[in-house]
């Protein structure tokens, strides 16, 4: 697609329940990124591939977080035993060639852990 | 330090003011800037990337001082348009952003 396309839009769990977020790339783009942003707050960068590579997974919390982007299939970032601190808006960003390229944004899904 | 850091704002200016927005990086091997703008609850979009020779579009212009280590972007005559927060990201080996600075522009 033109869009980076991310599901569901909003995502409601209570605590310790797993959360599951969806990223569809921009057609033709290799590199996925993902991000949270808490409130208003920095993005802090999570973890991003190259293809279904991972490139980079240096901000990934080391427990409860996983990702992955499987061939034909959307990337997802999951996170087991949510706690509170997990609410934010999660963002993917895809782009054509890694870093030094700019990236496009999802919508983001905003994630409520009750 | 952070690695990228903003002035948080917010900066309430006017219709048709001139704005100006810097952004202080502390990897010097940083290798790619860019400035995008978040509206409300919204994602990110790319404003513009920031070339060496500085570049132009616009009412925005954006420099780069790698001396320094900052970029700025310039707003001329500013709209109601523009209200929003605008990041400075900046990469290396990673994507950096900085935590924004917020802009309202009033009637």
């Known amino acids: 697609g033109e869009e980076v396309a991310q599901t569901p839009k909003h995502l409601v769990r209570g605590e310790g329940q797993k959360a599951k977020l969806y990223c569809a790339p921009i057609k033709g783009h290799s590199y996925v990124f993902w991000y949270q942003q808490v409130l208003k707050n920095e993005f802090k960068f999570l973890i991003s591939f190259q293809n279904e590579n991972v490139f980079d997974e240096t901000g990934m919390p080391k427990e409860r977080f996983s990702a992955k982007c499987l061939p034909n299939s959307p990337c997802s970032l999951e996170i087991q035993a949510t706690k509170l601190e997990d609410s934010a808006v999660y963002f993917c960003?895809?782009?054509?060639?890694?870093?030094?390229?700019?990236?496009?944004f999802g919508d983001g899904t905003r994630l409520s852990i009750l | 330090r952070k690695e990228v850091e903003q002035d948080p704002g917010p900066f309430n200016v006017p219709e048709g003011a001139t704005v100006a927005f810097n952004c202080t990086y502390s990897n010097s091997a940083s290798q790619s800037f860019f400035w995008y703008r978040q509206d409300c609850r919204k994602e990110p979009k790319l404003l513009m990337s920031?070339?060496?020779s500085g570049n132009e579009d616009g009412r925005f212009t954006a420099q780069l001082n790698r001396a320094s280590q900052y970029i700025s972007l310039l707003i001329r005559d500013s709209k109601l348009s523009d209200s929003a927060t605008y990041l400075c990201v900046v990469t290396n080996n990673d994507m950096r952003f900085g935590a924004g600075t917020r802009l309202t522009v009033k009637p």
């Open positions: 920031v070339y060496s």
């Open positions: 960003a895809s782009s054509r060639q890694g870093l030094n390229q700019p990236q496009h």
